[in-house]
């Protein structure tokens, strides 16, 4: 098969385009032909050595992604060859065969195109854990949603708003913020300006009541536009390193400062069929949409983590073997 792979840690320059062996699956996997592959943040820290990588290389990167069974394991009556089926956390997903757990095998309504489900299940399912698990976002609240042009940004606004909230969008530049206009921002600012004012001023000095934090940096920031008895949500640090937070300024303020990562979410195969169900009926009725995706084939993948990295991306990057 062809796979995507590098053998060094560095830029896009460092990934090539090679014939390797097939998978070879176990008695409980399905051998699965990619149809769309999700390109993600993830991919890019692990092709700098960001994030830590089992085995010798060479690596192939890549968990998200759809496609159609080609081998069942023999342990397997549940799915047959020929049936649709997608993934959001299987390793090796950079290649024109995946071996897939059937725990692992996320059930592909025909409704649903294979780029809809690598566009949406990662970013998806993320921000559903995050307004469902991490704070139960509900009829009232005011949350405040930060890098909301991004694929969890604007699938934490949309969410946000299906369940009653009022949202705040944080964003780099004017382009992106209509993007997150677009997709039902009631208020978008720039990280350019005032943004901290121009939050207390919309929320009446009160602060929100949840802050959904991925940048990092801006830690501070969002304790400082968070009511009191409010909450942070810390589930990424795009933007660099968070500074450290003091106890006692949580203590004194009632204020919650809460981790989330979707893997502590999608513990079971009932988990993640119930959780991405919900996740595509939404889009069937019309209650999430998705941006229009940038398209690459998979041997143009160092073109895609270009556009990824350069940020100037709205929809989903995604690989086409």
């Not at 399905?30 to 690596?59: E, Q, W």
């Not at 299987?90 to 024109?96: G, I, K, M, Q, T």
């Not at 929320?203 to 536009?225: H, I, K, P």
């Amino acid at each position: 098969m062809k796979a995507l792979i590098f053998e060094s840690f560095g830029g896009p320059e460092v990934l090539q385009y090679k014939e390797i062996d097939n998978p070879v699956i176990k008695e409980n996997e399905l051998l699965v032909r990619t149809s769309a592959i999700g390109l993600n943040f993830a991919d890019i820290y692990r092709r700098k050595g960001n994030y830590h990588l089992a085995g010798k290389p060479p690596y192939i990167l890549g968990y998200e992604g759809s496609g159609i069974v080609e081998q069942v394991g023999v342990d397997i009556t549940s799915v047959k060859v020929g049936d649709r089926i997608a993934f959001a956390d299987v390793p090796f997903a950079n290649a024109e065969l995946v071996a897939v757990p059937i725990e692992k095998a996320i059930p592909l309504p025909d409704d649903i195109s294979f780029e809809t489900a690598a566009s949406v299940l990662l970013q998806g399912l993320t921000a559903q854990y995050l307004t469902r698990d991490s704070y139960k976002v509900g009829a009232g609240d005011t949350i405040l949603v930060h890098a909301a042009a991004g694929g969890v940004g604007q699938n934490l606004i949309q969410i946000g708003k299906l369940l009653g909230a009022k949202v705040i969008g944080l964003t780099s530049s004017i382009e992106k913020s209509e993007a997150a206009t677009s997709v039902g921002a009631d208020y978008v600012f720039l990280y350019k300006d005032n943004w901290i004012n121009e939050v207390k001023e919309v929320t009446n000095g009160v602060g929100v009541d949840v802050v959904y934090e991925s940048v990092g940096s801006t830690l501070e920031e969002s304790f400082e536009v968070t009511r009191i008895g409010g909450t942070v949500v810390f589930y990424g640090m795009s933007g660099g390193d968070p500074s450290l937070v003091d106890p006692r300024m949580l203590m004194d303020t009632s204020k919650t400062l809460t981790g989330g990562d979707l893997w502590n979410v999608l513990t079971s195969y009932e988990e993640r069929k119930v959780r991405s169900k919900q996740l595509f009926d939404w889009i069937l009725e019309g209650k999430i949409s998705l941006k229009e995706p940038s398209i690459f084939s998979l041997k143009d993948g160092a073109a895609a983590h270009c556009l990824l990295e350069s940020r100037k991306s709205v929809g989903k990057v995604l690989l086409i073997p």
